[in-house]
């Protein structure tokens, strides 16, 4: 599996994004797909995740009420909607999936065998 992640750029704080994976090479509809980030300086952490069939969504508690993950299975892509940004969510962005077919949704990042390339999200104050 491939994945490719977009929709990174530079926006002020408040403002809203929203980053798209698309995965390439085998489907994932089958398997929870998840983002991360890695800020600078810091250790790469669970942002969202959402199962397999979209049933069940999970989100760090400094981006709840905040963000959105979504996805469509037609299209072998999963979003995230990102509104009210703060600064503090400048990192990189990468999105994830599981290695387990019909798995749980877990936050373990060790638990996704496949990753996309990150894209950049910088947010100003």
């Known amino acids: 599996v491939q994945l490719q992640a977009s929709g990174g750029g530079l926006v002020q704080a408040g403002g809203s994004l929203r980053l798209s994976c698309a995965a390439s090479g085998r489907s994932v509809s089958s398997v929870t797909m998840g983002w991360f980030r890695r800020a600078p300086g810091k250790d790469r952490e669970f942002v969202a995740g959402i199962r397999w069939n979209g049933g069940s969504t999970a989100y760090a508690e400094s981006v709840k009420g905040r963000f959105t993950i979504a996805r469509d299975n037609a299209k072998n892509t999963v979003y995230l909607q990102m509104n009210s940004l703060k600064p503090e969510d400048t990192a990189v962005y990468y999105c994830?999936?599981?290695?387990?077919?019909?798995?749980?949704?877990?936050?373990?990042?060790?638990?996704?065998?496949?990753w996309g390339q990150g894209t950049q999200v910088t947010v100003s104050s």
């Open positions: 994830a999936a599981d290695r387990t077919p019909y798995g749980s949704l877990r936050r373990d990042q060790l638990v996704y065998d496949y």
